[in-house]
Nanobody
Framework: QVQLVESGGGLVQPGGSLRLSCAAS????????MKWYRQAPGKERELVAG????????SYADSVKGRFTISRDNRKRTLSLQMNDLKVEDTAVYFC???????????WGQGTQVTVSS
């Protein structure tokens, strides 16, 4: 059974940090491009960051560049998102997604809530 389980969300003050994790099981993790998305209330889901299958290339939305860092550990089958200097506008549910290389296969996690508020 395929599972992507996010954790690490919570309530943090502006300027604070959080580290999200996504634990994968049930599929060949190192064959999948991994991404973080987020969805704020009343808004569409948006891509936050992505990382290639070997972790060699990373990409970020302009809104998080320089503040967020995506990483993966293929041995531990985990994806992470280090979020620093958090802003109120980063408040959203954060989802991890696995995308199969050259296929239409994709898996989503259930999401973890991040709330940035003073």
């Amino acid at each position: 059974q395929v599972q992507l389980v996010e954790s690490g969300g919570g309530l943090v003050q502006p300027g604070g940090s959080l580290r999200l994790s996504c634990a994968a099981s049930g599929f060949t993790f190192h064959y999948y491009v991994m991404k973080w998305y987020r969805q704020a209330p009343g808004k569409e889901r948006e891509l936050v960051a992505g990382v290639t299958i070997d972790g060699g290339r990373k990409s970020y939305a302009d809104s998080v560049k320089g503040r967020f860092t995506i990483s993966r550990d293929n041995r531990k089958r985990t994806l992470s998102l280090q979020m620093n200097d958090l802003k109120v506008e980063d408040t959203a549910v954060y989802f991890c997604k696995a995308e199969g290389m050259g296929t239409d296969t994709a898996y989503w996690g259930q999401g973890t809530q991040v709330t940035v508020s003073s």
